[in-house]
């Protein structure tokens, strides 16, 4: 036997006769500096958010959620460094659960002790792999107002997000929602991925036609091509025939990086998203190159025309040239644009629509409720949308508005972190917290979205559970109560106008348009829900058959 076996032989023996509790807080201990030696890059030093928080935060939720009397649970808590709604070993991280007044917290601490920024600086280093240096974190500390604010400017902002909204030109996607072809050429962008299938061709002798699709990548991929044009433009989409799917398969990668997990381990997704990364930043560096000639008034490379480029793109531009960053860090703090913007919104969609048509005379109730806010136009033998009243759904239809509450109730969990800048004492019941400067408070919004004291049934899909009847006027209205999916106070999601419009428009204007059936017929079968915090992803593909809807008698404008 080596003296390396006997040390371990020996070490195995003594653990054995140790009692219960010591041997749990042996084996966490272990874990923990395992996971802090195998991830080493990571710091609590710097302003960046410790590697472990995550799952530290996903450890916290489901000790809370089980019986609350556990041994892991017993030991985390008699460890936790502070009482009440604080839950977290070190200072270094806090997670606060049953805070009650985080809205308040974030919105008065803001531009004081609580920031976001260096939540954003620690992105460019796990996402992007850029290393740290002191003249990164003074471009990122410059450069963050000019960065935030025409964003918020123009999709936190009703006349902004409505504008927006018009150029992405729903009404002409929505009626070529599926190209009723099997020749790639003459298939939209959105259908590339879904495996579409032509059951029955469309003609013009008034027949209808059906498509069979995979509704998570039809949608996702639809949704994507709806917002991507409003802030970069068509350029940037119409040059990367492989944008798209490579969003998604990076999207696969982000929680791996954000938990500092190293780009070499022998993962196929680790492979493929590092991969798709690459093309991503290059795709958006030429872009950013592009940009820039356009702004200078130089010859622009390939050509290319950029007419329909968005301020948001030219000022962030502007800013980040003025604060001499490089095309490359250019390219990643765009693609965090590109990502904010798409990654939450398309899965969402996606679960959107899969509850509206799964959901027992759903359709036929909301296409009443939407009808006087979607025009349709007639020509040959079928009916398009005209135009799509984007006030007027927000401000009529409840139904609609609790649906897409109720679905972010399910298919979504935010979580809000914060970057402690100064120290600051938080009153949390009868406790007193004094939280030190260069530490982290996170906030899991999604932990009491399925609670059934809140929420009864929790796990079934009820669309009219967030309608409330209002005291003065006696009508029914979608509330948010407690729910928070766009996380709280001051910064909380700066596209969240944009982004209820968008989930209103689609889902309004592919109702009004479609039939959406399971493939094979029979009954509707929701798929498992992976993932999260943030936007879940279904555990299979749904097939699907799509067909142009049919109307009885629903007169024209
Ligand atoms: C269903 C759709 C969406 C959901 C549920 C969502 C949710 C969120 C949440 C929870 C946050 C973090 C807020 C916090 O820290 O308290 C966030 C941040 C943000 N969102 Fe959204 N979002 C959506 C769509 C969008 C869209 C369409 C845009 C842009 C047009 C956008 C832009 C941003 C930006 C720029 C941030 C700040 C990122 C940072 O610097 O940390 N979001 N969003």
Known sequence: ???????IQRALIMYHKLSTVTKATV???????????????????????P????????????????????????????????????????????????????????????NHALSIEWHGYGLFLRFFGFPDTPALRKKVETTFKPWHSPVERVFNNEAGAAAAFERGNLPKMVSKFVSFSMEKEKMKRWELRADTKVIKPEDNSGEEGAVEANLSAL????????TIPPIFGHDLLDRNPHLLEDIWKFDHVVPLLFINMPTWVPLKVMKEGIEARKRLLDGVESFSRRVTQLQLGEKIDDGADLSDVSDVVLERNTALKRNEWSYKERAASELLVLFASNTNTQPVLFWLV?????????????REEVAPFVTLTSSANRKDINAIDTSGLSRECQLLKSVILETLRLAFGAVSTRFVKSPITVQDGKHTHKLHPGTFLSVPHSFSQRDP??????????????????????????????????????????G??????????????LV?????????????????????????????????VIRRRVFDGVPLE
């Open 219 to 226: 949608i996702m991929d639809f949704g994507a091509c709806f």
């Open 354 to 366: 899969l509850y509206i048509y799964s959901t027992p005379g759903l359709v036929d109730t909301l």
């Open 453 to 494: 004291s809140m929420y009864p049934d929790p796990d079934k899909f009820v669309p009219d559970r967030f309608l409330e009847t209002d005291p003065s006027s006696g009508k029914l209205v979608a509330k948010y109560g407690k729910l928070r999916p766009w996380g709280a106070g001051a910064s909380m999601c700066r």
């Open 1 to 7: 036997m080596s003296l390396g076996d006997s040390i």
């Open 512 to 544: 009004m348009l479609w039939d959406i059936s399971p493939a094979g017929g029979g009954e509707w079968k929701i798929p498992e829900m992976l993932g999260g915090p943030g936007p879940v992803k279904p555990k299979e593909e749904v097939r699907v």
């Open 27 to 49: 084996a966490i201990s272990i874990a923990l500096i395992l996971y802090r030696l195998l991830f080493r890059h990571e710091s609590t030093r710097r302003k960046e958010l």
């Open 51 to 110: 590697a472990w928080g995550p799952v530290e935060m996903a450890l916290v939720m489901s000790l809370l959620d089980g019986p609350r009397n556990g041994i892991v649970y017993r030991i985390f808590f008699a460890l936790r460094r502070y009482g009440g709604s604080f839950y977290g070993i070190s200072s270094a991280n806090q997670t606060l659960i049953g805070y009650e007044d985080v809205d308040r917290l974030f919105s008065s601490q803001m």
């Open 496 to 509: 969240r106008l944009f982004a209820e419009k968008e989930l209103m428009a689609i889902g309004a204007a």
